[in-house]
Every structure is written in C-alpha cells, then in structure tokens.
C-alpha cells in the first residue's frame, strides 16, 4: 500500500468512528440524581439516543423527589449530575457544595391546576382571588393546595402566583408540601383542592379526570419562570471536562430532536419516567403540552433565577440573596452550538 492509499484508508475508518479520541476511549462513569418530570426529558433522550454512551459517559441513575432532598446528595458526593429545579442551587453552593449549573434543559414548567372542588368557583369572568374566595364562603375552609417543599422551583412560583399575582387572601389558601408522586395521587384522589404540577402530570391529571382545570400557565405563574437545569459537581467538572461538554452537547442535539419527532423522543422519556406504565401518546401529548418548554441555553435563565431567588427570601425560605458567582458555567453550551451539537 503506498502512502496515498494509507491516507485513504486511514481517514476511512476515521469517518466509520465519529467518537474516537479521549471521550471514547477512556470511560467516565456519571451518577445522576433526577426528578421524575418532564422537564428532564433532554437528558433521557440523549441518553436513549446513545449520545451520551458514544460520549463516554456511563450513566446511572436515581430518581428524587424534589430538588432540595437532592442537595444532601450533592454535598455528600454521592450524585456527580443533578437534573432538576435551579432554585436550591444558589443555597447549595452557598454552604460549601461546589455545584456548577451547565445547562437549562426547560423553563416555564410549573402551572397550577384545580381538583373539581375548587374548579367549580373558576366560572367565566371571575377572577382567581375570587374564586379562592367563594370556595371558602361556600365550605368554610380554605382551599388546600399541594407543592414540593419550601425552597423549590414549585413552592416558590405557586406562592409568587398567588400572593403576587392572583393577590390571593392567604386565609382562602393553605399550602401543603408534598412529593411530586404524591401530589399528583392527591389531587386525583380529591384530598387536596388542586396544586402546582409539571409534566406529565398535567397531562395524566387531564386524561384521568376533565375537571381537573388548568388555571394559570407557566408564564403567568412566573415571568420567564426557570426550571429544570442540568449542573455538576465541581469535582466531576473538574477532573472530566470533556464528559461534561459531550453531555450538554448531547443536550442540544435532544432538544432539537424533541422539537422535530416528539414520536420518537416520547419512547426515551416514556422508559424513564413512565417505566413502561404510562401510556406512550400520553407521554407524546406532555411534550408538545404548553407547559413544556425546552431551552438549554444556561444564560436564559440567570436573570428569572435571580428574581425568583429576591422572591425566596421575600417569602422567608431563604435568608438573604446569594452571589451566582461561579453558578452558571456557559461555556458548555457556547462550544456546542459552534459545533452543530
């Protein structure tokens, strides 16, 4: 073989191996803590689409059911990825936990909805403070919604919604902290009068019952509400920097494919977080619903993340605004747009 014919070669079989180089040669294993909503849905779609695999990333999973019970993870170093809501993370990197955030994977996420015992007070031409109001004239309690704990993305749009929004009488409301499972359970089973949720629950929720109402979409809930991020330790980020760009660029690539075959992206996010028992259209319908919204340009959400941090310590969960300093790390994202994904 002369040298023409070895270049030929060579760059052949360089074509038929898109991933060689260190990424793919030297394996990097990620443990990854996960809320179980739609929101993650850009991370389970790279993941099933093999990218991060060809990546060289070993992912194993755990799922949590909010953002600060994951914190404890964080700080004792035994997730390395953390895919959830961005509001504990500030707190998190303020006591010590060196956590980078890499990527925003959706924003708009939360809504409220109401169970048929509230729903019946939101008649045409009455507005959300008045019907709050009725239904505690007409049952002499208030109305009792279910969110994630206090700290969360959850907690804190429902509160900015009512209090600042709607202007809701806090004696017609009673928030009551719960999972996101367990939410989603005590609405269907009318042991709460409605609540914040995400997808799929939405969707779920609607299917299951028509009565369920929604009554305030995401952007009403929270101007440019932020959601769901993907961060890192900076242990992790540290010692594997190339791990950490192939994951978001895997990032951007699922986005895309979410936008153009929602078909084929539903079958990944249906594995994850339905584990084979939710109807897959189901899952389809929630990521083409209103309240899912995916970006994963980190920089989109810095300013509402500080907003909704001066709400948190408004709202006493949080004991003064923090620096984000070192929080949000773009450079990620910017190398992989430049690079197609």
């Known amino acids: 073989m002369d040298r023409r014919q070895f270049l030929i070669a060579g760059s052949s079989l360089a074509a038929a191996m898109p991933f060689a180089g260190p990424a793919r040669a030297q394996s990097v294993a990620a443990r990854v803590g996960y809320i179980p909503v739609v929101g993650t849905a850009p991370f389970f779609v790279a993941n099933g689409e093999g990218w991060l695999k060809q990546g060289g990333i070993d992912v194993a999973v755990t799922v949590f059911e909010s953002g600060?019970?994951?914190?404890?993870?964080?700080?004792?170093?035994?997730?390395?990825?953390?895919?959830?809501?961005?509001?504990?993370?500030?707190v998190a990197r303020s006591r010590g936990v060196d956590i980078r955030v890499v990527a925003s994977t959706a924003v708009g996420e939360n809504v409220v909805v109401s169970a048929p015992s509230l729903t019946k007070f939101f008649t045409a031409g009455t507005n959300a403070a008045a019907a709050f109001k009725a239904f505690r004239t007409a049952t002499g309690k208030a109305a009792r919604l279910a969110t994630q704990p206090a700290g969360s993305v959850p907690n804190t749009t429902l509160q900015y919604w009512l209090w600042e929004v709607a202007k809701v009488d806090k004696a017609d409301v009673e928030i009551v902290p719960m999972g996101i499972d367990a939410t989603q359970q005590a609405i269907l089973a009318a042991a709460v009068d409605g609540g914040s949720v995400r997808e799929p629950a939405l969707t779920i929720l609607q299917t299951r019952n028509p009565q369920i109402k929604l009554i305030a979409g995401g952007e009403e809930v929270f101007p440019g509400q932020p959601g769901t991020v993907v961060a890192?330790?900076?242990?992790?980020?540290?010692?594997?920097?190339?791990?950490?760009?192939?994951?978001?660029?895997?990032?951007?690539?699922?986005?895309?494919?979410?936008?153009?075959?929602?078909?084929?992206?539903?079958?990944?996010?249906?594995?994850?977080?339905?584990?084979?028992?939710?109807?897959?259209?189901?899952?389809?319908?929630?990521?083409?619903?209103?309240?899912?919204?995916?970006?994963?340009?980190?920089?989109?959400?810095?300013?509402?993340?500080?907003a909704m941090q001066a709400y948190q310590v408004k709202l006493g969960s949080l004991e003064k605004e923090l620096p984000f300093d070192g929080l949000f790390e773009t450079q990620y994202y910017d190398r992989a747009v430049k690079a197609g994904g």
């Open 68 to 90: 600060p019970n994951m914190i404890q993870a964080l700080a004792s170093g035994t997730i390395d990825v953390y895919v959830a809501g961005v509001a504990p993370l500030a």
């Open 232 to 306: 890192v330790s900076g242990a992790f980020a540290t010692k594997n920097p190339q791990a950490v760009q192939n994951l978001v660029s895997g990032l951007v690539k699922a986005a895309a494919l979410i936008k153009a075959d929602p078909t084929k992206a539903a079958s990944h996010v249906g594995a994850a977080l339905g584990k084979g028992i939710v109807d897959p259209e189901l899952i389809q319908k929630a990521l083409v619903s209103p309240a899912s919204r995916f970006e994963i340009d980190p920089r989109k959400i810095i300013e509402p993340a500080r």
